[in-house]
C-alpha cells in the first residue's frame, strides 16, 4: 500500500480520530484537576497587621488559615509600639490563597546602639 492510499484510507482517519478524542479528553481532564488542586478563585482577604504585637499577629492569621514569617531588618520607628509590625508582605487587603506566608517586619524594642 502507498503512503497516498494509506492517508485516504478509512483506517487513518480512525487513527486521527481517536488521537484527537484522547487529546480533547485529557486536555478537559487535566484543566478540571488543575482547577480543583490550585483552589481556585478561592482566596482570602490579608487582614491590616500594623501594631499589632506578635502574639496578635498570630492569633489573627491563625483564625484566617495565613503563616508569617519575621523579616528582621528595620530601624526602630517611634511611631510604632516597640516589637510590633511596622510593615507586612503582601500589603493589607491583598488576596492569598489558604497557608500563604505573610512576610512581617517587626519594630525594634529601641534605637540601635553605636
Do not use: C
Not at 89 to 98: I, R
Amino acid at each position: 500500500m502507498s503512503k497516498l492510499a494509506y492517508f485516504k484510507s478509512k483506517e487513518f482517519l480512525m487513527t486521527l480520530i481517536t488521537i484527537f478524542g484522547i487529546v480533547v479528553v485529557l486536555i478537559f481532564g487535566l484543566n478540571k484537576w488543575l482547577h480543583s488542586y490550585t483552589n481556585h478563585e478561592e482566596k482570602i482577604v490579608v487582614p491590616d497587621l500594623q501594631k499589632f504585637s506578635l502574639a496578635e499577629t498570630q492569633e489573627t492569621l491563625e483564625k484566617s488559615n495565613l503563616n508569617f514569617v519575621v523579616i528582621d531588618s528595620a530601624s526602630f520607628n517611634p511611631d510604632y509600639p516597640p516589637k510590633s509590625v511596622i510593615d507586612q508582605n503582601p500589603a493589607a487587603g491583598d488576596f492569598v490563597k489558604e497557608n500563604r506566608k505573610i512576610y512581617i517586619t517587626l519594630n525594634p524594642s529601641d534605637y540601635r546602639k553605636v
